[in-house]
């Protein structure tokens, strides 16, 4: 049974960091697609990066240049650093793996959602 539990996000200042961490049962980070996806508030779901097979994407802009995704195959865990946040980051972040892989960036793709962890950005 896969289960995804993220943590990390809380209330920062704009301008500020946050690592958000989802540890991973049942799948394998270094080896299975597994990806950062974020919602604010109204909006759809919109992708952010993936790992799948050590190899990462990126599937949006809003993340490139600050935020860096990685893994810890002995924690068996991935990991979103997130830096020079901003007030449109404010979101909900969730961690999603896939059964099957596909197309990185499309919610479709993904069978098994965390719950999430809240990001608050403010100025």
């Known amino acids: 049974q896969v289960h995804l539990v993220e943590s990390g996000g809380g209330s920062v200042q704009a301008g500020g960091s946050l690592t958000l961490s989802c540890v991973a049962s049942g799948k394998t980070v270094s080896r299975d697609l597994i990806a950062w996806f974020r919602q604010a508030p109204g909006k759809e779901q919109q992708a952010g990066a993936s790992i799948w097979g050590g190899i990462s994407t990126w599937s949006s802009e809003y993340g490139r240049g600050r935020f860096t995704i990685s893994q810890d195959s002995v924690k068996n865990t991935l990991y979103l650093q997130m830096n020079n946040l901003k007030l449109q980051d404010t979101a909900t972040y969730y961690c999603?793996?896939?059964?099957?892989?596909?197309?990185?960036?499309?919610?479709?793709?993904?069978?098994?959602w965390g719950r999430g962890t809240q990001v608050n950005v403010s100025s």
């Open positions: 999603a793996a896939s059964d099957s892989g596909g197309a990185v960036g499309d919610v479709s793709t993904y069978h098994h």
